[in-house]
């Protein structure tokens, strides 16, 4: 029997819905890196504070309606993300309504265009770059948040022009179903379709989160439960968390992302991706390619990947490079060599080995305010 198809749902609701499942609220927090390069965090109002070896997070509180505030961004500077975060019942009104560059560009505007700005349910963003013609100019910037942002977080990062990058990647494991040896082998699948584009990985040990409840969640980062697990993650890592399976009606589901990106830099509930395992299984084995595979995906998401063809054949992805398939129903099998290969396709297939990145993939991740 031909294998079925996975669908890796959620992966997902992608632009507006998948950043909007996001959750309101996040912490500040210290994220720290290596070599040349620094992620700043800097908490409060409207005054900075340093945090020793590591860049900046700068904390706005967004107190009227259309209020403008300013940011610097250094000569070194690489990269940044604006996260705003604010009341879950304000809808889809969170987020950056525009963002304008020391030259007096708007340059918000044009990437809503084709859907690269978030404005969701508890938490927006913006991330320059998101193309790999954008770049952090040195300069004043300043922004104007959505009507429902209580709160915008800068997360900047600076240091050398990146050629190259490492991440490190933070697992976690809830539940008694699986144990670190199931999971190893996944990341290990992970790892290498990374490091075969050039972008290197450091996995950090698993953590086992106890607790009945948090084997099992809703894949709606708003959920309280879903909440207090990912706030358990690290501000500067890419934070995995494995669960047995997803509550409710998505039950089955693969796996889904906080954002796209994520709230990088950050310790919050909008920063990290959720992994259904039970979900990769046939006849009570792991698939463990297809589970690797669906890890790197969701990651993809986190740092900011978008799917190249969504499933109605119509919408993009932003970048130039990436393949763009428009026939038949667009499951992979119509999309072979039109993308069905692409680690960000919007459907898994397990007769299909979905693994490579195009260059403007590999340079938004290389740019990523978490990387080094």
């Known amino acids: 029997m031909k294998s079925p198809r996975l669908l890796l749902m959620l992966?997902?609701?992608?632009?507006?819905?998948?950043?909007?499942?996001?959750?309101?609220?996040?912490?500040?927090?210290?994220?720290?890196?290596?070599?040349?390069?620094?992620?700043?965090?800097?908490?409060?109002?409207?005054?900075?504070?340093?945090?020793?070896?590591?860049?900046?997070?700068?904390?706005?509180?967004?107190?009227?309606?259309?209020?403008?505030?300013?940011?610097?961004?250094?000569?070194?500077?690489?990269?940044?993300?604006?996260?705003?975060?604010?009341?879950?019942?304000?809808?889809?009104?969170?987020?950056?309504?525009?963002?304008?560059?020391?030259?007096?560009?708007?340059?918000?505007?044009?990437?809503?265009?084709?859907?690269?700005?978030?404005?969701?349910?508890?938490?927006?963003?913006?991330?320059?770059?998101?193309?790999?013609?954008?770049?952090?100019?040195?300069?004043?910037?300043?922004?104007?948040?959505?009507?429902?942002?209580?709160?915008?977080?800068?997360?900047?990062?600076?240091?050398?022009?990146?050629?190259?990058?490492?991440?490190?990647?933070?697992?976690?494991?809830?539940?008694?179903?699986?144990?670190?040896?199931?999971?190893?082998?996944?990341?290990?699948?992970?790892?290498?379709?990374?490091?075969?584009?050039?972008?290197?990985?450091?996995?950090?040990?698993?953590?086992?989160?106890?607790?009945?409840?948090?084997?099992?969640?809703?894949?709606?980062f708003l959920n309280s439960t879903t909440s207090s697990l990912v706030q358990n993650g690290e501000s500067d890592k890419a934070n995995l968390f494995f669960i047995e399976d997803f509550s409710g009606p998505d039950s089955g589901l693969l796996g889904v992302a906080s954002g796209i990106p994520g709230a990088l830099g950050i310790t919050s509930n909008q920063n990290g991706v959720l992994i259904g395992i039970d979900g990769h299984k046939q006849s009570g084995q792991i698939l463990t390619q297809l589970l690797g595979e669906t890890v790197a995906h969701e990651m993809g998401h986190l740092l900011g990947l978008f799917h190249p063809t969504e499933s109605d054949g119509a919408t993009f992805d932003p970048l130039d490079d990436t393949p763009q398939c428009t026939l038949g129903s667009i499951q992979p099998s119509d999309c072979i060599g039109f993308g069905a290969d692409n680690l960000m396709f919007w459907q898994g297939d397990l007769n299909i080995e979905q693994s490579t990145l195009t260059p403007d993939q590999v340079h938004i991740i290389n740019y990523s305010p978490i990387a080094r």
């Open 11 to 220: 992966f997902g609701l992608f632009t507006f819905i998948l950043a909007g499942c996001g959750g309101g609220g996040g912490g500040g927090g210290s994220s720290s890196s290596g070599g040349g390069d620094s992620t700043t965090t800097t908490t409060a109002a409207v005054t900075t504070t340093t945090v020793p070896s590591s860049g900046s997070t700068s904390s706005f509180e967004v107190l009227n309606l259309g209020e403008e505030r300013t940011f610097t961004v250094p000569s070194n500077g690489v990269s940044f993300l604006l996260s705003a975060f604010g009341d879950s019942s304000a809808g889809n009104g969170i987020g950056i309504a525009t963002l304008t560059d020391p030259n007096g560009n708007e340059v918000v505007s044009a990437l809503r265009e084709n859907g690269t700005v978030i404005a969701g349910n508890g938490y927006g963003n913006v991330l320059n770059p998101i193309i790999p013609s954008m770049q952090a100019t040195p300069g004043t910037w300043s922004f104007v948040p959505f009507f429902g942002t209580t709160e915008v977080q800068l997360t900047l990062r600076t240091g050398d022009t990146p050629t190259s990058s490492t991440l490190t990647v933070k697992p976690f494991l809830t539940g008694t179903a699986y144990s670190a040896s199931d999971i190893e082998p996944v990341l290990a699948v992970m790892e290498t379709i990374y490091e075969d584009a050039g972008i290197q990985i450091e996995i950090e040990s698993i953590s086992t989160i106890s607790g009945s409840n948090f084997s099992n969640v809703s894949s709606n």
